[in-house]
C-alpha cells in the first residue's frame, strides 16, 4: 500500500505542478508505510535465522548457522544486499525447512522462493524491467516468503518449547 500511495503521489504532484498536497497527503505517508514495512520484514527475518540458530544444533546435525544479524544486514543493507539477499533471505526457507523435517512437522516454507525474491531484486537494477521485477519482488514475493518462514519458525519454536500451564499461585494469607 506504501508503494501504491508514493506512486499515486508521485504522478498526481507531476500533473499539477505546485500543489504540495499530494505531497503530504500520498507521498509522506506511502514512504512511512514502506518504511515500517521493510523494518517489520527485518524484524520477522531476524527473528528466523534466531531460532534457526537456537533450536538447530539441538536437532539436527548442522554445526553453525547464519548470525541472525549478519542475515538481516545482508538482506536489507543496500548494495550489499546484490550478494547478501542470496545468503539471508535464500537459505532461509532451506534451513527452516531441514528443521521443520527433523522435528517431524509435516508444514513447510515454499522451497525457491528466497532465491526467486533475491534472483527479483537483483533484477530490479535492469532498466525498465528492473521497475517490474522490484514491484513484484517487493510486493508479492517478499511478504509471501517472510511470512510463511515466520510462521514456520513459529510452528518450530512451539514444538520445541511448549507453553507450559502456569503453577497455581501461593493463597495470599
Known sequence: MGATACAAG????????????????????????????????????????TRIDRYARRVTSIKSTLDPGAAVALAFISVVNLFGAFIGLGRLPRELNQLAQALGLERTAPRDLGYLTAIMLLCSGIPVLGIMTAIVAALIFMPVLVCSCSSLSESIEATLNPVRPPEPAAPIV
Open 10 to 49: 508521485l504522478i498526481l504532484t507531476a500533473s499539477r505542478e505546485g500543489d504540495d498536497f499530494f505531497t503530504y497527503a500520498l507521498l509522506v505517508p506511502g514512504l512511512c508505510a514502506m518504511a515500517g514495512g521493510t523494518v517489520c520484514a527485518g524484524v520477522m527475518v531476524f527473528r528466523c535465522w
